[in-house]
């Protein structure tokens, strides 16, 4: 997806970009849910009421309330950053300095095959960066945006990280105050400890989208759906020792199950009342 080389000083690798996340949402069409007819949909101009060609659609900022600059595909790109291939290293960093609230989407970096030199550089590199416990913060531009990366290396493995910039960073809300127990703090640590674990990726399944699956294919086989039962609510915290006792108490069985409960026919029916 992009071919380049990694830069710095004087020192340059050739490396290619190829994609390490690939989402798997389940994906829809719109259409007519009388007939599943596709739904089209048309660029229509709100002044004249007439659809408008594509070539003829151009960028619009509103400056406020009804006056709009209009800004051509021609003066847009002649302000994009330059593609010059390169993935421009500024300064190397401590990882753990960089808060995960600024990464976005991750890249494998591969060297250049057909250059054996650049290979042994790129080896190179991934080892010093690795055994040095350092990242690279740098710039890349990918299509036509620059963006800020941090650049990793795991197992002689390069890895592309773009990131959001600071002024992109929403502040951090207010939390309200509130001091713990000794004893809370006692028992929070005990019920960490028991659960303690390693993290495996491939133990986690989205859900959500093998239920949509399931869905999808009882509908193609033609089944009557019966729908699942409707929400169900998060108990309230309560007493914070007795909640972290009882949670104690039920050890690694309630790992990763959040405490729910069901609304008793009772407190339903005093609620409906």
């Known amino acids: 997806m992009w071919k380049g080389a990694i830069s710095f000083g004087l020192v340059t690798i050739p490396v290619s970009l ?4 690939r989402q798997k949402d389940v994906r829809f069409h719109q259409v007519h849910d009388e007939d599943g007819g596709r739904i089209r949909q048309k660029r ?39 593609a010059d291939k390169t993935i421009g290293i500024e300064a190397f960093v401590d990882p753990a300095e960089v808060d995960p609230i600024y990464f976005e989407s991750t890249y494998y970096v591969m060297p250049d ?39 990793r ?34 028992l929070a640590r005990a019920l960490v400890h028991s659960m303690e674990g390693h993290f495996t990726p491939d133990a986690y399944r989205d859900e959500h ?18 729908l699942p039962e409707k929400e169900t609510e998060v108990a309230p915290v309560g007493n914070l020792l007795e909640a972290l006792q009882a949670s104690l108490s039920g050890g690694k069985k309630q790992a990763g199950k959040p405490h729910r409960a069901r609304r008793s026919t009772k407190a339903r029916r005093r609620k409906s009342a």
Not at 18 to 21: I, K, L, Q, T, Y
Not at 48 to 63: N, T
């Open 44 to 82: 229509v101009c709100e002044v004249d009421g007439k659809e408008v060609p594509y070539e003829h659609v151009a960028k619009g900022y509103e400056l406020s309330k009804g006056k709009v600059v209009v800004i051509s595909r021609e003066e847009l790109k002649a302000l994009d950053p330059k």
């Open 209 to 226: 989208r093998k239920r949509v699956e399931k869905l999808l294919a009882q509908k193609a086989e033609g089944k009557t759906i019966e």
């Open 153 to 186: 290396s795991t197992e002689g493995r390069l890895t592309l990280t773009t990131m959001v910039y600071g002024d992109e960073v929403a502040k951090a809300p207010s939390v309200p105050h509130a001091t713990a127990s000794a004893k809370e703090l006692e």
């Open 113 to 151: 095959a057909r250059s054996g030199a650049g290979a042994k550089a790129y080896a190179l590199f991934a080892t010093a960066l690795e055994k040095l416990g350092r990242a690279a913060v740098a710039r890349i531009v990918i299509s036509t945006k620059e963006h800020m990366c941090l650049v």
């Open 18 to 21: 190829g994609v390490a996340v």
